[in-house]
Nanobody, 122 residues
């Protein structure tokens, strides 16, 4: 079992920044990847970013590339999503996830956090 708890969401003006955190506990070593997804009202859950627990390669959706950065602190079992130059279209509930069942970009993971709301005003 893996437990995930997100934090750091909030309301920010366009152009601003937020940093989301995802604290993981349990059998985190069983998941090679950690991912961030988001879901806006009336839309499907979409991939945002992913990273390997072991470090190295990171992956991003085209819509956030160059603005968002995913990172991890293995000692704290925490994954971060630094979001800069935020746009109103980034408004969504953001979820972290562990243990992908297919590719890291599919919203088909074994474990999900409860989500944190990010609202970007224009």
């Amino acid at each position: 079992q893996v437990q995930l708890v997100e934090s750091g969401g909030g309301l920010v003006q366009a152009g601003g920044s937020l940093r989301l955190s995802c604290a993981a506990s349990g059998r985190t070593f069983s998941s090679r990847f950690m991912g961030w997804f988001r879901q806006a009202p009336g839309k499907e859950r979409e991939f945002v970013a992913a990273t390997r627990w072991s470090g190295g390669t990171t992956y991003y959706a085209d819509s956030v590339k160059g603005r968002f950065t995913i990172s991890r602190d293995n000692a704290k079992n925490t994954v971060y999503l630094q979001m800069n130059s935020l746009k109103p279209e980034d408004t969504a509930v953001y979820y972290c996830a562990a243990q992908p069942k297919r590719g890291y970009w599919y919203p088909d993971y074994g474990y999900w956090g409860q989500g944190t709301q990010v609202t970007v005003s224009s």
